[in-house]
């Protein structure tokens, strides 16, 4: 009576980062398509009981260049060393943490324990059998022995299928977390992939800022020169590269920090550091609050783990009851009384009378353990609430940074580097006016990849059930007690 436990898997639609560069800066990223419509009809109703890999479509793979786009590129690190296949996708990521990450296999584990647990309740006890002499030595005969005896002990009341039924439950509740662990694993591998993919443009940004601080230092010792500058211009641009040296080493250690932090969440925590390829920007509608809250409530595996935990405590409380009904056992044997000379048989019927222990204690606990997954379910859907209420006003904070980063803050950045180049060529304006500007557009996209991995991240916590620590090890759906803790499980 194996129960199908829905799952929703977080999907997300990974396309190629634009290659970017920021020395002639032109019109901003052009959009991408929203999720495709399979993974939207994934991301949008129930699943089945089989974990549902993480659909994203490998993007193609963009050389890394420049481009006029003022944006930094996603893409290859110049000293990241290629893999055999190109850069790496999300897809190839979690490939590789659904067959590494350790915690799948331990809540594989509770699973086949409670299967375990299930068969040994279920199974009647085992007959006795034995030899008995009596009355040895009476008239100097060997007495009366009883040959062959035979005692079974019979389980009454259906106690040994509620048993049974018992642990099939918790065998739910085990598919249940291991279903939750899954969308740990993918949600936390897809949070860190976002990381990383942030970590290599910043890098990429930082080593532009970094070259352009450079020129400024440069163009500052000519003006000086000529005198068109001073000790203090010279003084400052140097500060400011070596700042931006710095920035670029912090960001370096950032990127080899983020790269640790995916390799654990897949599992392989020696994986070669490498380049990987996706997209940052938003690439579909803005989540709706609603439909979100929603979904979270219907399809969340926490709400259906205490929902079926209650059936499990319901079944519980059954078991207990039955148990004052006693087992009735019996026996047989064959034997010879050698006093008398002739064959003996023996029959027996014996049953426990529950005058005193009628088990009323454990039925006591197992209502109040009844009582509790009641309010448990309440409990739960009520954190969730809040826990989502959390999320979601990351993820429409982080995206309004994002849009206003997007369509308001870049475009005017690298029009204004534009019209600074444009008047440099015509004699209008000064170099160091361009470097300026440019500057202000590296600095600008630093600020615009933290918008996006606080936007990402919000975005996997609030697609993915709020489920994203794919590392924190599942819990024993059933913690022993003093009902679970019997050498014969009931």
């Given at each position: 009576?194996?129960?199908?436990?829905?799952?929703?898997?977080?999907?997300?639609?990974?396309?190629?980062?634009?290659a970017a560069g920021c020395q002639t800066p032109d019109p901003q990223p052009r959009?991408?398509?929203?999720?495709?419509?399979?993974?939207?009809?994934?991301?949008?109703?129930?699943?089945?009981?089989?974990?549902?890999?993480?659909?994203?479509?490998?993007?193609?793979?963009?050389?890394?260049?420049?481009?006029?786009?003022?944006?930094?590129?996603?893409?290859?690190?110049?000293?990241?060393?290629?893999?055999?296949?190109?850069?790496?996708?999300?897809?190839?990521?979690?490939?590789?943490?659904?067959?590494?990450?350790?915690?799948?296999?331990?809540?594989?584990?509770?699973?086949?324990?409670?299967?375990?647990?299930?068969?040994?309740?279920?199974?009647?006890?085992?007959?006795?059998?034995?030899?008995?002499?009596?009355?040895?030595?009476?008239?100097?005969?060997?007495?009366?022995?009883?040959?062959?005896?035979?005692?079974?002990?019979?389980?009454?009341?259906?106690?040994?299928?509620?048993?049974?039924?018992?642990?099939?439950?918790?065998?739910?509740?085990?598919?249940?977390?291991?279903?939750?662990?899954?969308?740990?694993?993918?949600?936390?591998?897809?949070?860190?992939?976002?990381?990383?993919?942030?970590?290599?443009?910043?890098?990429?940004?930082?080593?532009?800022?970094?070259?352009?601080?450079?020129?400024?230092?440069?163009?500052?010792?000519?003006?000086?020169?000529?005198?068109?500058?001073?000790?203090?211009?010279?003084?400052?641009?140097?500060?400011?590269?070596?700042?931006?040296?710095?920035?670029?080493?912090?960001?370096?250690?950032?990127?080899?920090?983020?790269?640790?932090?995916?390799?654990?969440?897949?599992?392989?925590?020696?994986?070669?550091?490498?380049?990987?390829?996706?997209?940052?920007?938003?690439?579909?509608?803005?989540?709706?609050?609603?439909?979100?809250?929603?979904?979270?409530?219907?399809?969340?595996?926490?709400?259906?783990?205490?929902?079926?935990?209650?059936?499990?405590?319901?079944?519980?409380?059954?078991?207990?009851?039955?148990?004052p009904i006693p087992n009735v056992t019996v026996r047989g044997g064959v034997g010879?009384?050698?006093?008398?000379?002739?064959?003996?048989?023996?029959?027996?019927?014996?049953?426990?009378?529950?005058?005193?222990?009628?088990?009323?204690?454990?039925?006591?606990?197992?209502?109040?353990?009844?009582?509790?997954?009641?309010?448990?379910?309440?409990?739960?859907?009520?954190?969730?609430?809040?826990?989502?209420?959390?999320?979601?006003?990351?993820?429409?904070?982080?995206?309004?940074?994002?849009?206003?980063?997007?369509?308001?803050?870049?475009?005017?950045?690298?029009?204004?580097?534009?019209?600074?180049?444009?008047?440099?060529?015509?004699?209008?304006?000064?170099?160091?006016?361009?470097?300026?500007?440019?500057?202000?557009?590296?600095?600008?996209?630093?600020?615009?990849?933290?918008?996006?991995?606080?936007?990402?991240?919000?975005?996997?916590?609030?697609?993915?059930?709020?489920?994203?620590?794919?590392?924190?090890?599942?819990?024993?759906?059933?913690?022993?007690?003093?009902?679970?803790?019997?050498?014969?499980?009931?």
């Amino acid at each position: 009576m194996r129960r199908r436990v829905r799952a929703i898997v977080f999907g997300a639609s990974v396309s190629a980062a634009a290659a970017a560069g920021c020395q002639t800066p032109d019109p901003q990223p052009r959009q991408q398509p929203p999720y495709p419509a399979a993974i939207s009809r994934v991301a949008s109703s129930p699943a089945t009981a089989t974990a549902l890999p993480l659909v994203i479509p490998a993007a193609a793979v963009v050389p890394a260049g420049e481009s006029a786009s003022g944006v930094v590129s996603a893409a290859v690190l110049p000293s990241a060393a290629p893999t055999r296949g190109g850069p790496l996708t999300i897809t190839d990521l979690e490939q590789l943490a659904l067959a590494n990450n350790p915690t799948l296999v331990q809540a594989t584990t509770f699973i086949d324990a409670a299967h375990g647990k299930a068969l040994q309740a279920g199974l009647p006890y085992n007959p006795t059998a034995g030899i008995l002499g009596e009355n040895i030595g009476a008239d100097r005969t060997a007495g009366e022995w009883t040959w062959f005896s035979l005692q079974q002990q019979v389980v009454t009341g259906g106690k040994l299928r509620l048993s049974r039924m018992k642990y099939e439950q918790e065998a739910e509740l085990a598919e249940i977390q291991a279903q939750a662990q899954r969308l740990k694993v993918v949600n936390g591998l897809t949070a860190a992939y976002f990381d990383v993919l942030a970590a290599q443009r910043t890098v990429e940004n930082d080593r532009r800022l970094s070259e352009n601080a450079e020129e400024a230092v440069k163009t500052t010792e000519q003006m000086l020169n000529v005198g068109q500058a001073n000790q203090q211009d010279l003084l400052q641009a140097q500060v400011e590269a070596s700042q931006a040296r710095v920035a670029v080493r912090t960001a370096e250690a950032r990127l080899r920090q983020d790269w640790v932090h995916l390799a654990t969440l897949v599992g392989v925590p020696d994986l070669p550091q490498q380049p990987l390829t996706g997209q940052l920007e938003p690439d579909g509608p803005a989540l709706n609050r609603d439909e979100a809250l929603a979904r979270l409530l219907q399809d969340s595996p926490e709400v259906a783990f205490a929902v079926t935990k209650v059936r499990q405590d319901q079944t519980q409380l059954q078991r207990e009851r039955r148990e004052p009904i006693p087992n009735v056992t019996v026996r047989g044997g064959v034997g010879y009384n050698y006093e008398t000379r002739n064959p003996t048989a023996q029959v027996g019927l014996s049953l426990p009378l529950p005058l005193f222990d009628r088990n009323q204690g454990t039925v006591r606990q197992a209502a109040a353990d009844l009582t509790r997954s009641h309010a448990e379910v309440t409990r739960v859907q009520l954190d969730l609430q809040r826990r989502f209420a959390d999320a979601f006003t990351r993820y429409q904070t982080s995206r309004d940074e994002v849009e206003n980063f997007r369509d308001q803050v870049l475009p005017k950045a690298r029009k204004a580097v534009e019209l600074y180049e444009e008047q440099l060529k015509a004699r209008r304006a000064a170099f160091p006016q361009v470097l300026v500007a440019r500057r202000t557009v590296y600095q600008l996209n630093d600020e615009y990849s933290k918008s996006l991995v606080q936007f990402r991240r919000a975005e996997v916590e609030v697609r993915g059930l709020l489920l994203v620590d794919g590392l924190t090890a599942p819990s024993n759906p059933t913690p022993p007690g003093h009902i679970g803790a019997t050498p014969r499980p009931r």
